[in-house]
């Protein structure tokens, strides 16, 4: 090993996690960039799994207030 001082750079990104937006992923995608045994494969977008390339391009199209997660937290919302 040489006598440099200088680091080595490491990118990571982390996908569970919506801090940067990275859009809508393929469950094959999340996998491919996860490291480790345990993956969780919801959508960091949207917290769906999207099984195609096709469904995560339909997700990214549809509006929020169009998901039935939206729908059910709005209806909880106005019956208080």
Known sequence: ?????E???VRAERVDTKCGSIG???ADEIKGRTIGDEVE??????????LTVE???E?????ISE???YKKI???AEAE
């Open 1 to 5: 090993m040489p006598d440099s001082k």
């Open 74 to 76: 709005k209806s909880e």
């Open 55 to 57: 469904d995560a391009c």
């Open 59 to 63: 997700a990214a199209q549809k509006k």
């Open 24 to 26: 809508h992923m393929t």
């Open 7 to 9: 680091r080595s750079k």
């Open 67 to 69: 998901t039935a997660k």
């Open 41 to 50: 494969m919801t959508c960091p977008e949207c917290g769906e799994i999207h």
